[in-house]
């Protein structure tokens, strides 16, 4: 009986380790380890310097197949990861960094796929967003499944990753102080047939690179930290403007702590902590001080500083042989000398510039070729200069700089 009884107690003990190991001597149906949970908030209880990571109790299943994750505060440094890993996945490690695991991380927008070396996803997530994971379970039997994730209710992006006997399970993991999510394991997503109609208001489409901004429909808002140069938040079109969309607006919906905010036009590549502007390749119309940067630090004067209410509007006068997408004649391209009321400078497609100087004509080449940019304030022409058009041409680009600074922009003003 006695050597019963230690048998017994040795297997108790056995059991109780491992629950320990696996869930610092938390239920085994969820494991979190330096996190604290509140019902479905979970927040970061550790030094900075070490990965939290909670693990649900369940995996995703056809009957339960998405789940959603809402930014309550992005802490000091925003490192929140959501994505699924195995049952047993190290909870010191961020979601996606080891084998057989994948996540969205919200500082980067960078996907993580079994791997510590993520690539690039999708945009930043900031403050309030709902980042959503979900499968796809028509290749389970092959031993794949494809993940999609979800930002804000829309597809970001899939990949399509192995899976255990196990399951995948549903993992959030977080690495810096003051960072706190929500988490709703009941979530529903359903992409509908005529979801493509309803998403069309969204308006993230329009944008090929976000940092530190947040889109909201038409709605720009600067979300970063505001306290260094270093600090920029970018916003830059997915299109380049051509002759067929030339000119695009910007109303300043709330000038914020100092109205850094800058509208223009920039190369693809354009560096994402620069105001645009500042580097070569760009050029700006500054809001706080009315001045315009050319691939340059120094600004020159140029127009009124702008504030609340305000509509910036910039685009292009392409002289009359410029070929770019095919179109056909265009008529009353010298209007906006004329007439510099709103109306007008939406009309102007073209630039007839009486002092063009054709010492340069012989020179065709794309990479070579300029054009004039110009600056509207409330429908009124500020000024125009001279760009030399980078390969790929010049995307509308606005940065912003301070906290509480919004914007609402119009890229296809003619077209309504």
Known sequence: MDDINVLHRRCFLNLRRRIHDIGDGRP????????QKDGDILSYQGNSEE????????????????????????????????????????LDHQPGWLPYSVAYHADNGKLYN?????????????????????????????????????????????????????????????HSMGEEVKVDLQAEWFLEEDDSMMMVDS??????????????????????KGKSIMDVGLAQARHPLTTRCHYYEVEI???????????????RDYPRNRHPGWSRGSVAYHADDGKIFHGSGVGDAFGPRCFKGDIMGCGIMFPRNYILDGEGDMDDWNRLEAHPDHAHVQNVLYHNDEK????????????????????????????????????????????????GEKVKVDLHPLSG
């Open 114 to 174: 079994g791997n510590p070396v993520g690539q690039q996803f999708g945009p930043k997530c900031a403050r309030g967003d709902r980042i959503g994971c979900g499968i796809h379970s028509e290749n389970t039997e092959a031993g794949l499944t494809t993940v999609f994730f979800t930002k804000n209710g829309r597809e970001v992006g899939s990949v399509e990753v192995p899976v255990s006997v196990e399951g995948l399970f549903p993992a959030v993991g977080m």
């Open 28 to 35: 085994a149906q969820e494991r979190y380890m330096r996190l």
């Open 253 to 267: 919906v709330d000038a914020g702590e100092k109205c850094y905010i800058a509208l223009g036009l920039a190369r």
């Open 203 to 224: 308006h993230e489409d329009d944008w090929g690179r976000l940092y530190d901004i947040r889109v909201s429909g038409t709605l720009l808002e600067y979300v970063g």
């Open 356 to 403: 063009e100087e054709e010492e340069d004509g012989e020179d065709q080449g794309q990479e070579d070729r300029k054009v004039m940019v110009f600056f509207t304030r409330n429908g009124k022409l500020m000024g125009r200069r001279e760009i030399a058009v980078p390969p790929g041409g010049l995307y509308p680009t606005v940065g912003m700089l301070s906290n």
């Open 51 to 90: 990965v939290g990571c909670y693990v649900a109790g369940h995996p995703l299943s056809k009957g339960n197949c998405y789940f959603e994750v809402t930014i309550v505060d992005t802490g000091v440094r925003g490192t929140i990861a959501v994505g699924l890993v195995p049952k047993f996945y190290r």
